[in-house]
Nanobody, 123 residues
Framework: QVQLVESGGGLVQPGGSLRLSCAVSGTTLDFHAIGWFRQAPGKEPEGVSCISSSDGSTYYADSVKGRFTISRDNAKNTVYLQMNSLKPEDTAVYYC????????????????WGQGTQVTVSS
């Protein structure tokens, strides 16, 4: 059974940075695509970034392009989301999710989910 645990969330000022980690267990990360999603109160889940298992190709939502970077360390079974130049609108619970692949980086494409980590961007 695939298990995912997010960490690295917290409170940061606008313009600051955070790095989220997604530790994967119960499987080999090499075979899985990983997605980062976020959900703010009263809003629908948003696909933030996804990375494929095959060639490491990535997807970024327009709202985070140029500010966020997804990466994976298969040896550590961990995927990271480096978030720079954070804005108040980035405030949300961030989740990582795993599946065999993805087409559009939509939450419906991923079957295994972590419990989420809160990111709050505020002065």
């Amino acid at each position: 059974q695939v298990q995912l645990v997010e960490s690295g969330g917290g409170l940061v000022q606008p313009g600051g940075s955070l790095r989220l980690s997604c530790a994967v267990s119960g499987t080999t990360l090499d075979f899985h695509a990983i997605g980062w999603f976020r959900q703010a109160p009263g809003k629908e889940p948003e696909g933030v970034s996804c990375i494929s298992s095959s060639d490491g190709s990535t997807y970024y939502a327009d709202s985070v392009k140029g500010r966020f970077t997804i990466s994976r360390d298969n040896a550590k079974n961990t995927v990271y989301l480096q978030m720079n130049s954070l804005k108040p609108e980035d405030t949300a619970v961030y989740y990582c999710a795993a599946d065999w692949g993805y087409y559009y980086c939509l939450s419906t494409e991923f079957g295994s989910w972590g419990q989420g980590t809160q990111v709050t961007v505020s002065s």
